[in-house]
């Protein structure tokens, strides 16, 4: 008979592995979803998992494709994971996501089409605005009246979605766009876009940033006081208030990082890949971004490693698509299943399993 | 001997790295009140959840009546006629005494009967309790009463009892004891779990003595003295801690009337608590669990902020400070539960240093953590106070709790502060090391520090304490000196018979009935 | 429009929040949160749809929706009560992965219209003035929630097995050292909790719209979920928070189509706004938001010894 027991400290061991396993039980688990569809498997997996890097007719499109969907994830799932670590949900990104684009882009299509060095950071700051605005409203409501977080963030992303159908429909249409809905293409006005730094890289401002982000995050949790006290307030929090740390800080804190760095990356999706403010402008790494953090066991380098991989996928389902008629929803159900996957395994790093032989008693 | 109710041959049950029932032998007549006598740790939890088919042993025979007796689970137990009284309570605080009685119970009459039933045998056995009363609003004597009234509606052959005077007053304690004999004169077997000494030499007929899992000696406890029993239990000659004199010097810390509402429905408030403590001074704070000394103590450590003006260190008001300006200002605590509040389970021994520690130690220059120097710090607490422990990166949940204890008083008592606050020092620690944490309290306040105890351990206070103070309903009676109390006065302090403000509004059960001797006391005081 | 068909419209709008907030407001009583509720609804609504468009059937759909619902629900139980994984992220996985699921299977009934749910026949009870139109115009599944709702509550107080799932939710050890048998009693109410967040879905693809679109619950979990901290888990409250919300949604649709000089967007969002509001009053009632939930809810089993 089997039996779980705690172990008496994580294994360092499974705890990097279990991604690992996790992906790659996701591929027989994602092959045998995508054969009940009616694809050869084995070459669903290949087109979704090495195409893009690999195949040499689709490889220099796709390339760079990977880095100009992984900025975001990485950007919104670094945020979401200091929050994470310390027990706050903020699983609204989404609508952070939305918000930041929409400050951004309205403080620039105001100043359209004057022509100054100062535009574009000023969006990036009005961006950042945004984001952390919007994430301050379950923050605020948590911390004074203890208003359950995860619902608050989540309801916002709804109305953020509403607003942002207001935006392209009415606030910040584009005057010249013949009635159609959407604003003016921010990427196509030197001034205000986000375009390649690096020709044929797809290295744009907004994946800069996640870099930054990471090394910040990485040297905060490891070397910084502020780092052990947002793991502590999530992992025993009462001996975080005995330490000193104060709840409402921690939530105020986490919702600023997230809320900042998920408004970030709308910005810098609305000024680039994206270039305009439209109905369908979110298309979900608000969530992805979630996958991603717990992808990355919360760690800033594994999230980088984890939003470079949920890029891929994200290629790689629209490259299977194109060429195997795969739907499109099924990568996000595979997405979804990498997560179930992931948090099936994660107990082998706290747990072990052990024979427990019977004797007669 | 056929005659046995319940016999125990060979019962072995292993944990990893831990062997906490090695070949245990030994049996129970019927309607013989045995003792299991045992340090923490010497495997009587785990012998006890065999019994009542918790834990399945992994060798080992049981027989009941004769018969082979293997439960499966506690229901088995139960049918069986095994019943069992838990130390930390199976009770649902949401749920109402007679819905408590009834999830406990295999067939439970309807509604009704159940609480006639319940009125009956509380009656019979002087056990007061009210079926729809919330079990959350009962006082902790109050909840043991559910205990056993549950275990006794099922008329049981064998009472299992896991410490059950940790809870109680001398008085409660009485009661109990009167409880228990008549039951054993009803021909109900008792299996009394304690290492209390005194009380078993009163109340039992039999005693197994456990020691790191083995048998290691049974004995009649009437016919030992206390201190033979002791050094069966442990092994070793015990040696009481040294206690030197000091001279008082000035009030480090005082509290000030100080009255908190109660935070939560379940929570006790504080009324008007006043305390003064000096340099060099012990304050002993003892009382039944539950009368507000979590409370007291989350208002010393400073994560619930008391009234402006209401506590004092040194003189200058803290009330309103948190935790760590508190520490800087030279008041460091150590609260009751080791894992998940004085230290976080899945952080390294290191990373708990940082839980008190910051940049006045060393620790930390401008925000960022200097880990060597938290390392070191981490390696000196564990080799002042032979914490055993492969060393400072492992994680604080591995640690055994006498050894977490010993890590988690110490790292505050290596900083010399001048004041310390701790609560409940030795719960659930093996004689080894409550000795070494006792030793270092004394000593810490024989090098000038003011120091307050609260434990719900009687002898340990007066062992250690130069003053000593009872917690009631939130109300702190007023300290006296240890050297002039007599053991009759603490119960009536920790009944509250004697308290400043003894208001009507205390329930009937709390308040036992005031004696000329609590008024004798009460004017000496 | 006339009173009557106003209601009729509120009861269609509140029966599926209704019917996923009574099946999570039973397993939030064993302690278990799952906040899968917006995946097991979707999941729940084409599974139902499908169902009911193969066999022609909308009894069956909304059979096949129960099962597909707890079929999920019992994904996320074995990963939270075996395998000990967090509860928050576990049923954030549930929603993510039952968005993109059932997008997937539903690819092919996009645009198909439903076999018609029929209304239930009272004969002339129907014809009375007012009260025939509010009270027996209505289909099956509207009287089936509130007796779900009926035998939750019953169950929750008068029998047995209730007072096992709140002591469960209440204090899990103890339930466990009196020999219940936790996970099981739990993954129990995990696969009801997913039944019925499956039927609320079905009601919205086969009732309340009908028809299949991707994404089609639009955040109704997330607002069941919302509504079940709303009636402070008492079953009652769950049919009046339902009712108020569908009141809600009712009202801001006819302002939409009646053309009321305020944006249409703003009026789209009031319902998660209002529901904003709600949440932040009651967990501001400090003594009330701590009384009622279980002791135990989103906390990990695991039996030592």
């Known amino acids: 008979m089997l039996r779980l027991e705690k172990r008496p400290q994580p294994s360092r061991l499974w705890t990097a592995l279990t991604p690992i396993l996790a992906v790659l039980a996701t591929m027989v688990a994602g092959g045998l979803l995508f054969a009940a569809l009616g694809k050869n498997p084995v070459e669903a997996i290949r087109v979704i998992f090495f195409d893009p890097l690999f195949n040499d007719q689709v490889a220099s499109f796709a390339r ?123 990427s196509e006005w030197d001034t205000a876009s986000n375009l390649e730094l690096i020709a044929g890289s797809g290295m744009h401002w907004g994946v800069v940033t996640a870099f930054i982000a990471v090394i910040a995050a990485y040297v905060m949790l490891s070397r910084h006081i502020l780092g052990v006290h947002l793991r502590l307030a999530g992992q025993a929090p009462r001996a975080a208030r005995f330490a000193g740390v104060r709840p409402g800080m921690v939530v105020f804190l986490c919702f600023t990082v997230s809320g900042v760095l998920a408004g970030l990356a709308g910005l810098f999706e609305v000024t680039g890949p994206a270039g305009q403010i439209s109905i369908d402008f979110n298309v979900g790494y608000g969530f992805t971004a979630i996958i991603v953090a717990f992808l990355g066991r919360l760690n800033p380098i594994g999230i980088l490693l984890a939003g470079l991989l949920m890029a891929l996928t994200y290629i790689g389902g629209e490259l299977a698509q194109f060429m195997l008629g795969l739907p499109a929803a099924a990568i996000q159900a595979f997405q979804g299943m990498l997560l179930f996957f992931l948090l099936a395994l994660d107990m082998l790093s706290n747990y072990r399993f052990r024979l427990v032989t019977r004797e007669a008693v | 001997m056929t005659s046995a109710l319940l016999r125990l041959s060979g019962i072995t049950k292993s944990y990893p790295g831990v062997r906490a029932n090695d070949d245990v032998s030994f049996e129970i007549a019927p309607g013989e009140i045995h003792a299991l006598l045992g340090e923490n740790g010497a495997g009587k939890s785990t012998l006890v959840k065999a019994i009542y088919g918790l834990v399945k042993p992994d060798a080992g025979q049981m027989t009941l009546n004769g018969e082979r007796y293997v439960p499966a689970e506690p229901r088995a137990a139960r049918a069986a006629g095994v019943a069992m009284v838990f130390q930390h309570f199976s009770l649902f605080e949401a749920l109402s005494v007679a819905e408590n009685v009834s999830l406990g119970m295999e067939d439970p009459p309807p509604r009704r009967r159940l609480a006639a039933r319940i009125r009956e045998v509380s009656q019979a056995y002087g056990l007061p309790l009210e079926p729809d009363r919330l079990v959350g609003d009962l006082s902790v004597g109050g909840r043991q009463r559910v205990e056993i009234i549950r275990c006794l509606l099922q008329n049981p052959r064998l009472l299992i009892m896991d410490e059950p005077t940790s809870v109680l007053t001398p008085q409660e304690v009485d009661t109990l004891f009167t409880t228990l004999r008549k039951l054993s004169a009803e021909c109900t077997a008792i299996l009394y779990i304690s290492h209390k000494l005194e009380e078993i030499r009163a109340l039992c007929d039999a005693a197994t003595i456990l020691r790191h899992g083995k048998v290691v000696g049974e004995c009649v406890p009437a016919a030992r003295s206390a201190r033979e029993m002791a050094e069966m239990m442990v092994g070793t000659d015990l040696t009481p801690p040294e206690r030197s004199e000091t001279r008082p010097g000035a009030v480090m810390l005082e509290a000030r009337a100080l009255t908190l509402p109660a935070a939560t429905q379940f929570a006790t408030p504080l009324r008007e608590v006043s305390f003064a403590v000096r340099t060099g001074e012990i304050l002993g704070i003892g009382g039944v669990a539950g009368n507000g000394q979590d409370e007291l103590m989350a208002v010393l450590t400073g994560e619930t902020r008391a009234p402006a003006g209401t506590l004092l260190l040194g003189g200058e008001d803290i009330a309103l400070a948190g935790p760590s300006d508190r520490r800087a200002m030279g008041l460091r605590t150590a609260p009751e539960e080791r894992l998940g509040h004085a230290a976080a389970p899945d952080m390294s021994l290191t990373e708990n240093m940082l839980l008190t520690s910051g940049a006045a130690e060393g620790l930390l220059s401008r925000g960022f953590v200097r880990w060597a120097a938290a390392r070191e710090a981490a390696e000196k607490v564990i080799e002042t106070f032979d914490v055993r422990t492969p060393g400072p990166a492992v994680a604080a949940r591995a640690l055994s709790g006498g050894n977490l204890q010993k890590f988690v008083v110490g790292r505050e008592v290596v900083q010399s502060p001048p004041v310390f606050v701790v609560n409940q020092p030795t719960w ?87 004696t000329q001797a609590a008024e004798a006391a009460r004017a000496q005081a | 429009m006339s009173p009557e068909l106003l209601i009729d419209a509120l009861i269609i709008a509140a029966t599926p929040i209704l019917l996923a907030a009574i099946g999570e407001l039973v397993t939030e009583k064993s302690g278990v949160l799952n906040l899968g509720v917006e995946g097991m609804m979707i999941v729940g609504a084409i599974c139902g749809f499908a169902v009911a468009i193969e066999s022609g059937s909308p009894a069956l759909g909304f059979a096949g929706a129960a099962l597909g619902g707890a079929a999920l629900s019992l994904i996320f139980g074995v990963l939270t009560q075996y395998l000990l994984s967090n509860q928050v992220a576990t049923g954030l996985a549930l929603t993510l992965f039952g968005l993109g699921f059932s997008a997937m299977i539903g690819q092919g009934y996009v645009g198909v219209v439903p076999p018609a749910t029929p209304k239930l026949d009272f ?52 339930a466990h050292a009196l020999g219940y048998k936790v996970i099981r009693i739990r993954l129990l109410a995990i696969a009801f909790g997913g039944a019925c967040a499956g039927l609320g879905g079905a009601y919205l693809s086969l009732v309340r719209v009908p028809q299949w679109t991707e994404g089609m619950t639009a955040g109704a979990g997330w607002i069941a979920l919302a509504l079940v901290v709303f009636a402070s888990w008492k079953p009652w409250r769950i049919v009046i928070g339902a009712w108020l919300f569908g009141g809600i949604t009712v009202l801001q649709l006819n302002l939409q189509v009646a053309g009321v000089k305020v944006p249409v967007e703003l009026l789209s969002m009031s319902p998660y706004l209002i529901t904003i509001l709600v949440l932040v009053l009651i967990s501001s009632d400090r003594r009330r938001a701590s009384l009622s939930a279980p002791a135990e809810l989103g906390r990990v089993f695991h039996a030592a010894g």
């Open chain 1, 64 to 186: 760079p494709q990977i880095l100009v969907k992984a900025g975001p994830l990485i950007l919104i799932a670094i945020g979401l994971s200091m929050g994470f670590r310390a027990g706050i949900w903020n699983i609204g990104a989404e609508g952070q996501y939305i918000m930041g684009a929409i400050f951004g882009a309205a403080v620039g299509l105001a100043l359209y089409p004057m022509d100054h060095a100062l535009i574009f950071p000023l969006m990036v700051v009005a961006g950042a605005l945004g984001g952390w605005l919007w994430a301050m409203i379950p923050a605020i409501l948590k911390i004074a009246f203890r208003t359950n977080e995860i619902l608050v963030s989540l309801l916002l992303v709804y109305v953020a979605e509403q607003i942002l159908a207001s935006a392209a429909l009415d606030l910040l249409r584009n005057p010249d766009g013949g009635g159609f809905p959407g604003s003016r293409d921010l």
């Open chain 2, 428 to 514: 659930g620690v093996d004689a080894a090391a409550a000795a070494t944490i006792r030793q270092a309290l004394m000593t810490l306040a024989a090098t000038g520090s003011a120091v307050v105890v609260v434990s719900q351990d009687l002898d340990e206070l007066l062992e250690i304490a130069t003053w000593f103070a009872a917690m009631n309903e939130g109300t702190l009676s007023v300290p006296r000196r240890v050297a002039t109390l007599s053991l009759e006065e603490i119960g009536l302090m920790l009944g509250g018979g004697e308290r400043p403000g003894n208001g009507p509004e205390a329930p009937p059960d709390a308040t036992p009935p005031r």
């Open chain 3, 123 to 174: 004969g002339p009870l129907t014809d009375i003035p007012f009260v025939g139109p509010v009270l027996f115009n209505h289909d099956l599944m509207v009287y089936v929630g509130i007796a779900i709702v009926a035998g939750v509550w019953a169950t929750l107080r008068y029998t047995r097995a209730g007072m096992i799932l709140r002591a469960v939710g209440e204090n899990h050890d103890a």
